[in-house]
């Protein structure tokens, strides 16, 4: 991975909490302006995507966590995994497996209070990487899956729309899975939503077994991001958008 070629924000003392408002301001902010805080959103939406084919590099560090992630939205489906979370890393295998995205990821993050910064944080800088690798022309926009595991069922609606907006009903079962606290999966999905600009209706639609839940969840996301994000041969060069930018 080029390190050194990312904007990469370190926070000096007495910055983060000027620029990291109070958390329960996340979903009020416009998304991306806190991450890359030495680029303006409307810069930080220049800056994608980038000129090296589908693929790209973001690191983030703050105070709680410093992650990393690489992307290859034409991959095998390879995942190479560090997060401290091993059941997160069962779910981010899903992506890249159903996604057929090459994914390499490395948090560090500060578990011993909880696993709350690093997931919400590595779904922001998953969502950074995905748009930065991103180029909407040709693409075919929307996907969507539906994925079964036994008697559970999940549905995932992308649009890679410009927008962040995130719709999600999982009717967890259980409070925990795996010692992971099912809240985070819906601070993940926000995250990478925030950072993806893309519109994402997550439906649990039965399921008795959260373990089986949340996995559908993640398949099916892998599937519809790998039909969403597919050049669409019959649009090429073309912006799938009657507004003529996304
Ligand atoms: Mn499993």
């Known amino acids: 991975m080029a390190r050194g070629t990312e904007a990469v924000y370190?926070?000096?003392?007495?910055d983060v909490d000027r620029l990291r408002p109070p958390r329960h301001l996340d979903r009020l902010r416009p998304p991306a302006y806190n991450a890359h805080a030495n680029l303006t959103y409307q810069e930080y939406l220049m800056s994608s995507p980038s000129s090296a084919g589908r693929q790209a590099s973001v690191e983030r560090n703050t105070k709680e966590t410093q992650i990393r992630a690489?992307?290859?939205?034409?991959?095998?489906?390879?995942?190479?995994?560090?997060?401290?979370?091993?059941?997160?890393?069962?779910?981010?295998?899903q992506i890249a497996r159903h996604g057929l995205i090459d994914m390499?990821?490395?948090?560090?993050?500060?578990?011993?209070?909880?696993?709350?910064?690093?997931?919400?944080?590595?779904?922001?800088?998953?969502?950074?990487?995905?748009?930065?690798?991103?180029?909407?022309?040709?693409?075919?926009r929307y996907g969507h899956a539906y994925v079964p595991l036994d008697e559970a069922l999940s549905r995932v609606v992308i649009d890679f729309s410009g927008r962040p907006g995130l719709e999600f009903h999982?009717?967890?079962?259980?409070?925990?899975?795996?010692?992971?606290?099912?809240?985070?999966f819906y601070e993940f999905f926000q995250g990478f939503v925030n950072h993806a600009l893309v519109t994402l209706h997550v439906d649990n639609l039965r399921g008795m077994n959260t373990h089986h839940q949340i996995e559908t969840v993640f398949k099916a996301f892998g599937r519809a991001l790998r039909m969403a994000m597919e050049i669409d041969p019959r649009s090429a060069d073309v912006v799938p958008s009657t507004k003529g930018c996304l």
């Open 10 to 14: 370190v926070p000096k003392r007495g």
């Open 70 to 93: 690489s992307v290859n939205l034409d991959g095998t489906g390879e995942l190479k995994c560090q997060t401290g979370l091993p059941f997160l890393d069962h779910m981010l295998d």
């Open 104 to 140: 390499d990821i490395h948090a560090v993050g500060d578990l011993e209070i909880d696993a709350h910064h690093t997931v919400e944080d590595l779904g922001i800088t998953l969502g950074m990487a995905f748009n930065k690798a991103l180029d909407r022309k040709g693409i075919r």
């Open 170 to 184: 999982v009717p967890f079962t259980r409070a925990s899975v795996g010692g992971f606290d099912v809240d985070l």
